[in-house]
């Protein structure tokens, strides 16, 4: 099983609300990702949590707040988002370690709208 | 910093036919891992291929083939028989150990009947 979920699919929101996405697998990967994706354009990285510790912020404003409660979810708190957030924000997982593939696996995303 | 090229933006083929798409590196690293992903208008990323560079073979999967050249840092994806399915966003990444990802731009695959 090669599944990441996340939710919600889609999120419309107004620059002052807050919402928070999910992602989750189940596959014993111990390293999990944040992407952000505009169209056309590849992913480019946000967060990386390594054993449920944030170990790279890719120098993301504050308005976005990762989490990661347990080794299988991670979550994405969106505050005070601008016109210019609205994006695909897609979610990985990966095994640490060398010899155990290094491949990221991909959720479906969540396209973002923020009006 | 490592870097991949993909100079190819789109491409077309017709259903049946084979096409390759092209993709260099740069890095002055050994060892390290490349990629090979898909995204079909329905936006999810797919693993496609994945080839580790301590390997000479080069990685197939069913109609999905590799030409790896590590000498050169060419890392060309042959898409054999192509279907419909197949059209979508490719997108060529590397990674070595414990890094981050890094993609290049993709190349938009076109496939007519």
């Known amino acids: 099983d090669t599944e990441v979920t996340q939710t919600p699919k889609h999120l419309v929101m107004g620059m002052t609300n807050k919402k928070s996405l999910k992602c989750e697998q189940h596959?014993?990967?111990?390293?999990m990702y944040w992407y952000k994706q505009k169209a056309k354009k590849p992913p480019e990285l946000m967060f990386v949590y390594s054993y449920e510790k944030l170990s790279i912020n890719e120098s993301v404003p504050s308005r976005f707040s990762p989490e990661c409660p347990n080794s299988s979810l991670l979550n994405l708190h969106l505050h005070a988002l601008q016109p210019e957030d609205s994006a695909l924000y897609l979610c990985?997982?990966?095994?640490?370690?060398?010899?155990?593939?290094?491949?990221?696996?991909f959720g479906p995303g969540t396209r973002l709208l923020v009006l | 910093a490592q870097t991949v090229t993909q100079s190819q933006p789109e491409m077309s083929v017709q259903e049946a036919e084979t096409v390759t798409l092209s993709c260099t590196y740069d890095?002055?690293?050994?060892?390290?891992?490349l990629f090979w992903y898909k995204q079909p208008p329905s936006r999810q990323m797919i693993l496609v291929i994945r080839q580790e560079a301590y390997k000479q073979q080069n990685a197939t999967e069913n109609r999905f083939s590799v030409n790896f050249q590590k000498a050169a840092k060419s890392f060309s994806l042959k898409i054999s028989d192509s279907q419909l399915g197949d059209a979508a966003m490719y997108f060529c990444?590397?990674?070595?150990?414990?890094?981050?990802?890094?993609f290049g731009k993709g190349t938009m695959l076109l496939v007519s009947p």
């Open positions: 890095t002055s690293e050994s060892d390290y891992y």
């Open positions: 596959m014993g990967h111990r390293a």
């Open positions: 990985a997982s990966s095994h640490l370690g060398q010899g155990l593939g290094e491949t990221q696996y």
């Open positions: 990444a590397y990674r070595r150990g414990y890094s981050t990802l890094t």
